[in-house]
């Protein structure tokens, strides 16, 4: 399970991998993510907006502990 936090609960991807490939698909998303634009949804330059409602954050937090217990985080910070 792979789990991706986006600085403070922004986004997360669950996926399955083949072992032989994991360390780099962690380490090519992590870096993709970590250069994300946040930002207001209405610029053009943001590339992941804010989350719209309860339902959507609490299933980011669901994803996000998945991730915590089942995987690992590779990119943010909570």
Do not use: W
């Amino acid at each position: 399970m792979l789990s991706i936090d986006i600085r403070s609960f922004r986004t997360a991807i669950c996926t399955g991998a083949q072992e032989a490939i994991y360390s780099a698909l962690c380490a090519a998303i992590a870096v993709r993510a970590s250069a994300a634009v946040i930002g207001h949804g209405l610029e053009r330059s943001t590339q992941i907006g804010p989350i719209q409602n309860a339902a959507q954050f609490a299933k980011a937090k669901h994803y996000i502990s998945v991730g915590e217990k089942d995987g690992q985080v590779i990119a943010g910070a909570r």
